[in-house]
């Protein structure tokens, strides 16, 4: 399913929730928007938490430790994000008009709090070579089972280029992943493939996709799409980057060059 509602009376977009709204992502995500000046503060003694800045000026705090996150937007590929395990008080102080994701999980293990600044994600350019470029993407990886196996998510963005797919080819997995879009320029758009429903992406949108659907994705010409994608490995079946399952009848697209 496809959504898209603006930010609430706490400057908030809430896009599922546990035990409440899609809560079969089994995770809560939201996006928060702060003012200079304003904090936040993210205290939790059950679920793990990432912290992953769109645009803006942060100072992000927690066991006295202070660092910053600057980002003049989602376009940059200067992601900063701060995972930290339950128990584990953050603050979020706004040096300047920010937006930034949180997403949480249930997770009782215990682990050292993770700065990543851009130097320390994964940068892979996919569909480069293949399908005459019409699949040409860049994902980037916060933080997902190779590098954080005792986390129960998986954090990334993509940078889907004008007129190009990505997610592609058509796959599905059976772990809840959500997807949060922004274009450049704004009034972008595209396409989201989620199963047999097919919305139109916009700026703010989002997509909750369930088990065995596949999650295609398409921009449209003169816009490039930005989306961060946030998966929750199941018990004792964790998500790996080689968890894919292509749906039949394009599955000869793997092979084509």
Known sequence: MLEYFDFDKNNERVLCEMGGKNAEMLMTIKVKKLFAGETFEVYDEKNETAILILKGNLDVSWNGRTENMLRKNPFEKTPYCLHVCRGIKV????????????????????FEPVFYKPEDCLYQHFGKDQWEGTGSRIVSTMFDYDNAPYSNMVMGEVF????????????????????YYQFDPQQGFGACFNGDDVFKSVDGSFCTIEDGKDHQQVVAPGYTMYYVWMIRHLDEDPWYKTTRYYAKEHEWLTKAD
């Open 91 to 110: 603050t979020v102080k706004a040096n300047a008009e920010s937006e930034f994701i949180v997403q949480q999980t249930d997770n009782e293990r215990v």
């Open 160 to 179: 889907n280029q004008p007129g190009r797919w990505s997610s592609y080819p058509p796959h599905h997995h059976p772990h809840p992943e959500v997807y």
